[in-house]
């Protein structure tokens, strides 16, 4: 079936840093979406991407939908504390509403 | 308004008992998924439910697992015959209905099976 995989497993940076990660599937998606989750919490929606070669913001959140439509990117600008936590990327399986998670990012900003 | 709602938010059980799980969607939310995280893992799909039927069931790890939905509502989560390997975070969530990509998630119920 399809898999998302992400890059990198962790991250720790310095506040004020700005942040790069991305998803890859062997398989095309047609909507790619990127969650943040905290700790002891569920996942939350940050970015939704539609359209091969999209690129949204979402305040120092950008994300792009990747042309292949087997990849996408997700940028933070500026990183603070609060940005801690695992960001997944996600997406329907096709034709379905089953929905693919990757297997995230651990990001820690060192303030 | 309130958010999903799932309890109980901790379950601590004996291998081989039955739990039961609940989830409380947002109201007028017609799409409710479960999905399972293990430690340190991404989110496994179970199931979904539109209204009160399951079109896939596909996600469910085995015979043990069921779901059902009532009402359009309340959604309950069984495992029968707990196994060790069955420890998660069980998420639930909701979107206003099928194909709405934003789905707004529970906090999870942390199952431990000892």
Redo the contacts between chains.
């Keep these: 079936g399809q898999q998302?995989n992400q890059s990198p497993q962790s991250m720790f940076i310095q506040e004020g840093e700005d942040v790069s990660m991305n998803c890859t599937s062997s398989s095309i998606f047609n909507?790619w979406?990127w969650y943040k989750q905290e700790p002891?919490?569920?996942?939350?929606?940050l970015i939704?991407l539609y359209k091969a070669g999209e690129l949204t913001s979402n305040g120092r959140l950008t994300a792009q939908f990747g042309i292949t439509r087997k990849d996408s990117f997700l940028n933070i600008s500026a990183s603070i504390p609060s940005d801690v936590g695992i960001y997944?990327c996600?997406g329907?399986n096709s034709g379905?509403?089953?929905?693919?998670?990757?297997?995230?990012t651990r990001l820690k900003v060192l303030a | 308004g309130a958010g999903v709602s799932q309890s109980p938010s901790n379950k601590v059980t004996e291998k081989g008992k039955d739990v039961e799980l609940r989830c409380d969607p947002i109201s007028g939310h017609t799409a409710l998924y479960w999905y399972r995280q293990s430690l340190g893992q991404g989110l496994e799909f179970l199931i979904y439910f539109q209204g009160n039927s399951a079109p896939d069931k596909s996600g469910l790890p085995s015979d043990r697992f069921s779901a059902e939905r009532t009402g359009g509502s309340v959604s309950t989560l069984t495992i029968q015959r707990t196994q060790q390997e069955d420890s998660a975070v069980y998420l639930c969530a909701s979107s206003l209905g099928p194909g709405d990509n934003e789905q707004f998630f529970g906090p999870g119920t942390r199952l431990t099976v000892l």
């Design positions: 998302l909507t979406l002891g919490e569920g996942p939350v929606l939704a997944f996600a329907p379905t509403y089953k929905y693919i998670f990757g297997t995230g």
